[in-house]
Nanobody, 127 residues
Framework: QVQLVESGGGLVQPGGSLRLSCAAS????????IGWFRQAAGKGREGLSC????????EYTDSVRGRFIATRDDAKKTVFLQMNNLKPEDTAVYYC????????????????????WGQGTQVTVSS
C-alpha cells in the first residue's frame, strides 16, 4: 500500500505562488500517474491536474491551466504542483492521489478514478 503525503500549503496573498509536494515515504512513483485535487469548504473534490511520473506528461483542468504546473523530481519520488497567480477562490485543501485506471492521465481528472489519497494540505489565499 503506497501512502502519499502532501506538503507545502500555507497562507499566501492573491497573486502569490506556492509549490505543493507529494511523496510516498521515499518510494518511487515511477509506475504511477498522480492526480492533484482540491476540496473547498462545503464543496466536492475537484480534479486539477495529472502527471504521468515516468515521462512527465500532464493534463490540466481548465480552471488552472496556465497557472498551475505539475512536475516531478529526477528521482521520480516526489511530484510537485507549482501554483502561480493564486486567487481567493483557490482556497481549499489540496490532495494528491494515484490513478487506478492505468492508462496514464485522462483529460477528465475524476476523483473516483484515484485512490491512496494523502491527508491533504491547506492552501489559503487571502490578503
Amino acid at each position: 500500500q503506497v501512502q502519499l503525503v502532501e506538503s507545502g500549503g500555507g497562507l499566501v496573498q492573491p497573486g502569490g505562488s506556492l509549490r505543493l509536494s507529494c511523496a510516498a515515504s521515499g518510494k518511487s512513483l515511477r509506475s504511477y500517474a498522480i492526480g492533484w485535487f482540491r476540496q473547498a469548504a462545503g464543496k466536492g473534490r475537484e480534479g486539477l491536474s495529472c502527471i504521468v511520473v515516468s515521462h512527465g506528461g500532464t493534463e490540466y483542468t481548465d480552471s488552472v491551466r496556465g497557472r498551475f504546473i505539475a512536475t516531478r523530481d529526477d528521482a521520480k519520488k516526489t511530484v510537485f504542483l507549482q501554483m502561480n497567480n493564486l486567487k481567493p477562490e483557490d482556497t481549499a485543501v489540496y490532495y494528491c492521489a494515484i490513478d487506478q485506471i492505468g492508462f496514464g492521465c485522462s483529460r477528465h481528472i475524476t476523483p473516483d478514478e484515484y485512490a491512496n489519497w494523502g491527508q491533504g494540505t491547506q492552501v489559503t489565499v487571502s490578503s
